[in-house]
């Protein structure tokens, strides 16, 4: 013959059991939803926009545009190059670009530049970062 087994459940852990089930899924949920939404609200250092810096190129002045869009440095362009500019200083213009693209792959302005624009390099990284001064949130 077989015997009856009564199992004795005692409310309290009934209860303190169902308590831990149900902060165990809460958690478990908010965990899920702040690491699928962690970059959502990161939309980057800067203010969209467009931000000019100036650098003193002997006697003349060359601007530097820097847009920034989605937060991110977007594109680095010589402004403003007056033709004195363009004759006296032919390094300016290659240097910009080459500073340009670095900056825009690095968003960063510690970057490698090759030696012979250094000191135009020099000059257009001066101006980018006094454009990206005025660009911060």
Do not use: C, W
Request: hydrophobic content about 50%; glycine content about 8%.
């Amino acid at each position: 013959m077989s015997r009856t087994r009564f199992m004795v459940v005692k409310l309290r852990e009934l209860i303190k059991t169902a308590v831990f089930a149900v902060l165990g899924v809460i958690i478990l949920i908010g965990l899920i939803y702040f690491f699928l939404h962690l970059g959502d609200g990161d939309s980057g250092a800067y203010r969209d926009g467009t931000y000019y810096g100036q650098m003193a190129v002997g006697a003349e002045t060359a601007h530097v545009a820097v847009t920034v869009a989605d937060g991110k440095i977007a594109d680095v362009a010589l402004k403003e190059e007056s033709d004195a500019v363009a004759a006296f200083y032919p390094l300016l213009k290659s240097a910009a670009k080459e500073v340009g693209r670095e900056v825009v792959a690095t968003q960063s302005l510690t970057i490698e530049v090759s030696p012979q624009n250094a000191r135009s390099a020099q000059l257009v990284l001066d101006a980018v970062a006094q454009s990206l001064e005025q660009a911060k949130k």
